[in-house]
Nanobody, 120 residues
Framework: QVQLVASGGGLVQSGGSLRLSCAAS????????MGWYRQAPGKQRESVAQ???????NYADSVKGRFTISRDNAKNTVALQMNSLKPEDMALYYC??????????????WGQGTQVTVSS
């Protein structure tokens, strides 16, 4: 089995920074794309940033220039550095990973959400 454990959420003032981290563990052969999603109350979950195992990144327009996604393939971790946070960034953030298991099955895994609260 595989577990994704996210950490790093919290309360920050508008304009501040937070860093989210997510670690994958278990019977992993390969982790393909890793990413972060968020869901605000009353809204659908949306993609924030993605990074392939080759290091290619993709960002939502709303976070470009403020957020940076990175990963450590050796440690099976992904991080999201969030700068210049705005009240509209406030949401429950989830990490996601596309994983090939030792048994040959490939599927998506989700971490538990970590809350990001931005005060204005």
């Amino acid at each position: 089995q595989v577990q994704l454990v996210a950490s790093g959420g919290g309360l920050v003032q508008s304009g501040g920074s937070l860093r989210l981290s997510c670690a994958a563990s278990g019977s992993i052969t390969t982790i393909f794309t890793m990413g972060w999603y968020r869901q605000a109350p009353g809204k659908q979950r949306e993609s924030v940033a993605q990074i392939t195992n080759g290091g290619h990144t993709n960002y939502a327009d709303s976070v470009k220039g403020r957020f940076t996604i990175s990963r450590d393939n050796a440690k099976n971790t992904v991080a999201l550095q969030m700068n210049s946070l705005k009240p509209e960034d406030m949401a429950l953030y989830y990490c996601n990973a596309d994983i090939l298991l030792l048994g040959g099955i490939r599927r998506d895994y989700w971490g538990q959400g970590t809350q990001v609260t931005v005060s204005s």
